[in-house]
């Protein structure tokens, strides 16, 4: 199990916002080159984890604060009796600020990267000659591709195969959507300050970061309250104050009763998976509406879940005219067409908690608009779970980095969005943003997308808000995932449930 408790707080900045913390720090009264020169001896202590004494570093400093960084690095590394050569990328005249007084403080020799041929020689000679490079380049605020003789330079760099250390951000990732500018550099490990941005999370910035270490550099962390950031990391420090504990009075009826609409005889598993993850998420009971023609292959599969016969539209209103019913869960193995269109409206019209996943959102492919209508009379919350596919079909004039996506698609339908992958993002309306990452790649397989839904429609019923249920069922199947591990089936996942749950509870009664 991978669970992880290290955030003290879920935020995630953009390099906007982090310049702003900034900012309010050094207003405060703490010296912009004090927090450079904690920045630096962060970067120290990530670089010493990673070589032995003695070693030979290179350090690429580019203009900014990231090379003001690593100037200090270098500093304190030659100090410690490190082989040291530093490389600019352009001239120390044109150095300014904090990042000019740490290259005074360096008392080193830099050397410019050559132009040309003598350039192009030099940086591989140096690169096969070191045990690790520090990338200071750019850091988060990069918003411009590499090109020419710095692209030229990070090719260079990955191509060597030597150990990188980057400083903030690999160098052509943007940190606020996590996509790569170009070309990028390919770290083992990333240092950032004070907290991640999203570029961390997001994929490929993720992957091209390796390990994050987030060190504490003296940025007062009351710079929240004045910055409100409204994207997170989504961990349990996000949505804890949202989980539904247990009472001790509380009984079945208290917690819920989701109902799970099942296809056709040919295609019911997907809404019995959907079933089975609700209930184990919390509901108090869990029904199957399954169309006649399913009831025997339903039943013969079903313990703990009730089953209901229901056909048509009328028996859909008829059956959400019963208030206990509290969630429902539509589209997994549903089918797609105009009497799924039909379901769909009749559910959001009973004002329900609701989730419409697979094919209740393929079959609005061609009115979109009619679904995110029918989405904001519903006076209970909407959960809607697309993969890419599906995001495409309903949301085709939305594009952007996937945060940004995320983000228009939620107010455009007025609903939460599960923006589903490998770095899943979890949007509401009213602009919060989570990014996932805790999911292992074995969860790419059939079915997992049921039972995320499923889980969603257990919280919900449980009363969980929209935005909140979306974050905790995503953490909650990422984990489940990491607990089955390879050779995991969709199946898998709910009886992990059990042991994450447990684990969950424990902690959250500790606090």
Same mark, same amino acid.
């Given at each position: 199990?991978t669970t992880?408790?290290?955030?003290?707080h879920?935020f995630l900045?953009?390099p906007?916002?982090?310049?702003r913390?900034d900012?309010?720090?050094i @207003?405060?009264?703490i010296?912009?080159i004090?927090?450079m020169?904690?920045?630096?001896?962060?970067?120290?202590?990530?670089?010493?984890e990673l070589?032995?004494?003695g070693a030979?570093?290179?350090?690429?400093?580019?203009?900014?604060?990231?090379?003001g960084? %690593?100037?200090?690095?270098?500093?304190?590394?030659? #100090?410690m009796? +490190?082989?040291?050569?530093v490389?600019?990328?352009?001239? #120390?005249?044109?150095?300014?600020?904090d *990042?000019?007084l740490?290259? @005074? /403080?360096?008392g080193?020799p830099?050397e410019r990267?050559? @132009?040309?041929?003598e350039?192009?020689?030099?940086l591989p000679m140096?690169?096969?000659?070191?045990?690790?490079?520090?990338d200071?380049?750019?850091?988060a605020?990069l918003?411009?591709?590499?090109e020419g @003789?710095?692209?030229?330079?990070?090719?260079?760099?990955?191509?060597?195969?030597?150990?990188?250390?980057?400083?903030?951000?690999?160098?052509g990732?943007n940190?606020?959507?996590?996509?790569?500018?170009g070309s990028?550099?390919r770290a083992?490990?990333?240092?950032?300050f004070?907290?991640?941005?999203?570029?961390?999370l997001?994929?490929?910035?993720r992957?091209l970061?390796?390990?994050?270490?987030?060190?504490?550099?003296g940025?007062?962390?009351?710079?929240?309250g004045d910055i409100r950031?409204?994207?997170?990391e989504?961990?349990p420090?996000l949505w804890? &104050?949202?989980?539904p504990?247990?009472?001790?009075?509380?009984?079945? +009826?208290?917690k819920? &009763?989701?109902?799970?609409?099942s296809?056709s005889v040919?295609?019911?598993?997907a809404?019995?998976?959907?079933?089975?993850a609700a209930?184990?998420?919390?509901?108090?009971?869990?029904?199957l509406?399954?169309p006649?023609?399913?009831?025997?292959?339903?039943?013969? &599969?079903?313990t703990?879940?009730?089953l209901?016969k229901?056909?048509?539209?009328?028996?859909v209103?008829?059956?959400?005219?019963?208030? /206990? +019913?509290?969630?429902v !869960?539509?589209?997994?193995?549903?089918?797609?067409?105009a009497?799924?269109?039909?379901s769909?409206e009749?559910?959001?019209? #009973?004002? /329900? *908690?609701?989730?419409l996943?697979?094919?209740? !959102?393929?079959?609005?492919?061609?009115t979109p608009?009619?679904?995110?209508?029918l989405?904001?009379?519903?006076?209970a919350p909407?959960?809607?779970?697309?993969?890419?596919?599906?995001?495409a079909r309903?949301f085709?004039q939305?594009?952007g980095d996937?945060?940004?996506?995320?983000?228009?698609?939620?107010r455009l339908?007025?609903a939460?969005?599960?923006?589903k %992958?490998?770095?899943?993002?979890i #949007?509401?309306?009213? %602009?919060?943003?989570?990014?996932? &990452?805790?999911?292992?790649?074995?969860l790419?397989t059939?079915?997992? %997308?049921?039972?995320?839904?499923?889980?969603?429609?257990?919280?919900?019923?449980?009363g969980?808000?929209?935005?909140?249920?979306?974050?905790q069922?995503?953490?909650?199947?990422?984990?489940?995932g990491?607990?089955?591990?390879?050779g995991?089936?969709?199946?898998d996942?709910?009886?992990?449930?059990?042991?994450?749950?447990?684990?969950?509870?424990?902690?959250?009664g500790e606090?």
């Amino acid at each position: 199990m991978t669970t992880d408790w290290r955030s003290p707080h879920p935020f995630l900045l953009s390099p906007t916002e982090m310049g702003r913390a900034d900012r309010l720090t050094i @207003e405060g009264g703490i010296a912009g080159i004090e927090l450079m020169e904690q920045a630096g001896r962060a970067v120290v202590r990530a670089a010493v984890e990673l070589v032995s004494a003695g070693a030979q570093i290179l350090i690429l400093c580019g203009p900014g604060n990231n090379g003001g960084d %690593g100037f200090i690095a270098a500093r304190c590394l030659a #100090a410690m009796g +490190y082989g040291i050569d530093v490389l600019l990328i352009s001239s #120390a005249d044109r150095l300014k600020g904090d *990042a000019r007084l740490a290259f @005074e /403080r360096m008392g080193l020799p830099a050397e410019r990267i050559a @132009e040309g041929q003598e350039g192009q020689k030099r940086l591989p000679m140096l690169l096969d000659s070191v045990d690790l490079i520090i990338d200071g380049l750019f850091g988060a605020g990069l918003d411009r591709p590499l090109e020419g @003789e710095i692209k030229q330079i990070v090719d260079a760099v990955n191509d060597s195969g030597k150990p990188v250390l980057a400083i903030d951000l690999p160098s052509g990732v943007n940190g606020a959507s996590g996509q790569k500018l170009g070309s990028a550099v390919r770290a083992q490990r990333t240092v950032t300050f004070f907290c991640e941005k999203p570029g961390h999370l997001l994929f490929p910035g993720r992957e091209l970061c390796g390990a994050v270490v987030v060190a504490q550099i003296g940025i007062r962390p009351d710079v929240f309250g004045d910055i409100r950031p409204q994207t997170f990391e989504n961990a349990p420090a996000l949505w804890r &104050h949202a989980w539904p504990m247990a009472s001790q009075q509380g009984h079945k +009826y208290t917690k819920g &009763h989701a109902v799970v609409f099942s296809g056709s005889v040919s295609s019911t598993g997907a809404a019995r998976l959907g079933a089975a993850a609700a209930l184990r998420a919390g509901a108090g009971l869990v029904t199957l509406a399954s169309p006649p023609d399913a009831m025997m292959v339903n039943a013969c &599969h079903l313990t703990a879940v009730m089953l209901k016969k229901l056909a048509g539209e009328k028996a859909v209103q008829d059956l959400l005219s019963d208030e /206990r +019913y509290s969630s429902v !869960l539509i589209g997994p193995g549903f089918g797609i067409g105009a009497g799924t269109r039909s379901s769909v409206e009749a559910i959001l019209r #009973a004002s /329900r *908690a609701t989730v419409l996943d697979a094919d209740a !959102l393929t079959s609005f492919s061609e009115t979109p608009e009619h679904l995110f209508s029918l989405v904001k009379l519903c006076d209970a919350p909407v959960v809607l779970t697309p993969h890419e596919g599906e995001f495409a079909r309903i949301f085709p004039q939305v594009e952007g980095d996937k945060l940004a996506r995320a983000r228009l698609a939620a107010r455009l339908s007025g609903a939460t969005l599960i923006l589903k %992958g490998a770095d899943t993002v979890i #949007a509401s309306p009213d %602009g919060r943003a989570a990014i996932n &990452h805790n999911a292992p790649p074995w969860l790419a397989t059939a079915g997992s %997308g049921d039972v995320l839904a499923g889980i969603t429609t257990g919280l919900l019923a449980q009363g969980v808000s929209g935005f909140e249920a979306a974050c905790q069922a995503v953490w909650l199947h990422g984990e489940a995932g990491n607990i089955v591990g390879p050779g995991l089936i969709a199946e898998d996942l709910a009886p992990a449930l059990k042991e994450v749950l447990r684990a969950l509870v424990d902690k959250f009664g500790e606090g």
